[in-house]
């Protein structure tokens, strides 16, 4: 996600956690990080904020905490680790005045059903839930059966692309 909007031209994105006390919080923060290092771009501690759960409200709270921490230095893309985080997120944008994609471009995570009925589309990060969740079911049997057991498998995700990311202004 971080690659498709450094590849639009974002170089000030933002990232809106979701719980860091969660594994997918604390992965996707991870992300973030890695993604900023690999692209060579600074770490910016008002670039950042964390939401209490994965729900609506808590986007548009965070969302709120990121653009009062980010008043001198705004970013031209937030990327969020939920879609309820971002749908929450962009009304908290809309209603301090912000045009999604024109000001800002918001990306979700999980494509969840209500991602391609919001307006704009929610652009999102789509993981492979039949591949998940047959991992899952591989790797709980070969622990039942005390096989050696990954530390960690990675499922493959794409980008689906609606309408919420554009190329930043000039």
Avoid: W
Wanted: hydrophobic residues 40%.
């Amino acid at each position: 996600a971080y690659d498709y909007l450094y590849e639009m031209g974002h170089r000030n994105i933002a990232f809106l956690s979701g719980p860091l006390n969660t594994l997918s919080g604390r992965e996707r923060f991870i992300g973030y990080q890695t993604a900023l290092t690999n692209k060579s771009q600074i770490y910016k501690p008002h670039y950042i904020a964390y939401a209490n759960d994965y729900d609506f409200n808590s986007g548009m709270d965070a969302a709120n905490v990121l653009l009062t921490k980010c008043s001198h230095d705004m970013p031209t893309a937030l990327l969020v680790g939920g879609d309820m985080l971002a749908i929450g997120a962009m009304t908290a944008l809309e209603n301090r005045g912000l045009k999604i994609p024109d000001d800002i471009s918001v990306i979700g995570f999980d494509d969840i059903e209500m991602a391609k009925y919001i307006k704009p589309g929610l652009t999102t990060v789509r993981q492979d839930r039949k591949l998940l969740g047959k991992e899952i079911a591989n790797t709980l049997v070969a622990y039942i059966n005390g096989d050696d057991v990954p530390p960690r498998t990675l499922i493959p995700v794409s980008v689906i692309k609606r309408g919420t990311c554009a190329p930043p202004r000039t």
